[in-house]
């Protein structure tokens, strides 16, 4: 039988003292214990009066035991049916029931902490308990036997205040206090909020493999290949690892879709979520075969099928923490840019005017000039490599003020110092200039070839995102994919839903 917790008891009045100067002394003693007795006594709550838990069986769902317990919090505020609102006081029980469940099932249990993600069994119920406790807002992954995530929740842990009232004890929470005599009604609509996400959200990835032998041919024709950058085009399957931390902290995407002219890796498996897209199918044949990713960008609002509203990630970027949509977007719609804290743009104009400077930062360079001249400001911060939040019709606006310029770049198949960087530059500026978009800072990190040598994987429990970016020949070094595979492989264990 599921575990119950203790029932709430209330503490003795502690005795008056005696009375050395008659009764206005031991009523003033009798005042002092009625305030102590007031300020110690526990308050039951009960918002809305959970229901016992289901019983446990092979087919429960650990989400059918976090219901019967939720307080509705983050389902009535924030519109997020997979998030759980749970009194603290009621934790020992699901936990137990969970855990059972996946042992009638012959599932296994993570917990997903930050930083780090933890196999828990019945036998260390403990342990799972204590670290449930002290991160207070955490995930909890059930893996089937083949090592894929079958489902994914999130918890929040609140306790009992005055009032009566719950106090969310997570910073997370989209409220931060509940009124237990007031629940929302079951049969209203939950209203929208400055936390509610009612629109989808997908994620695109563009993807090369410099070893697939259709892409190799095609390059041939224009490029020798031996010359080739291979920290351009390599892969040490980032996008695996890339593609599983999306189904673990980032749940609420709705579909991912994946842009290549190259044919998918070996593990690849498409489903109605994960597509994998070749660049005919989006891209005129008078423009390919292209290499170069600021031309490829600027097809990406004609995928087929797209959402309004999606995040752009190439293969190296990761989700390392749980990902609300709110870091990507407002409730209303218009993107977040997160920006650089500091700027460097005017230190590529010097390194252009040295010619010193890389293709990339030219273009980063050639997008600030253009802004300059058409809006009259020049912007100094790129976007931090983290995943970028767009939009397609943002993207079509842009699009038809900037036309000469996206059909510049479309031309230009290789990287050139003369291209602009329309999407991961301009689109941001331009649209925080139009009210299109909102600027932030980003809690991430950003790896080259020294963590292989000098990295904590301490250092990164809290970061939300993670770049591991290959530069001076780090995507062959065997140290640094050795590095880089066991750093992605103790916090991403868990199979996608796109591995076979």
Known sequence: MPERPPPLRTPRTPSAPPAAGGRPLRRRAARLARRLTSAVRPVRIEWPAPGDLPPVGHETRIASVLAALDIGASRYSAGDPLGYDIPQSRLPGALAAILAACDASDKACHLGLPGRIVRITS????????????????????????????????????REGRGPSLVA???????????????????????????????????VYTWVDATDPGWREQLAAYRDIEALDLDRFAQADELRYSLRALDLFAPWIRRVHILSNCRPPAWFQSSDRVRWIDHREVIDGSYLPLFNSEAIETFLHRIPDLAEHF???????????????????TFDGRSVAHLAPRGGVIYWMQSIEADVAEDWQSARVNGARLLLARHGFLPTRQHEHVPYALSRSVIEELEREFASEFEAVRRSRFRDAADVSLIPFVYHHWAVKQGRAVGSTAGHRSLDADFARDLDPADLTHAEFLCINDREGSATDPRVRGAKERLLAARLPIRSSAER
């Open 123 to 158: 036998r260390d119920r403990n342990r799972a308990l204590q670290l449930a406790r002290a991160q207070q807002d955490f995930r909890v992954f059930v893996v089937d036997a083949g090592g894929k995530l079958v489902e994914n929740v999130r918890v929040r842990l609140w």
């Open 311 to 329: 995040l752009y990630l190439n293969d190296d970027f990761f989700i390392w923490n749980d990902a609300d949509p709110s870091a990507f977007f």
């Open 169 to 203: 004890l997570s910073e997370h929470a989209p409220v931060a206090r509940v009124r237990a005599a007031h629940p929302p009604s079951e049969t209203l609509e939950p209203p929208v909020t400055d936390a509610s996400f009612t629109f989808p959200i997908d994620a």
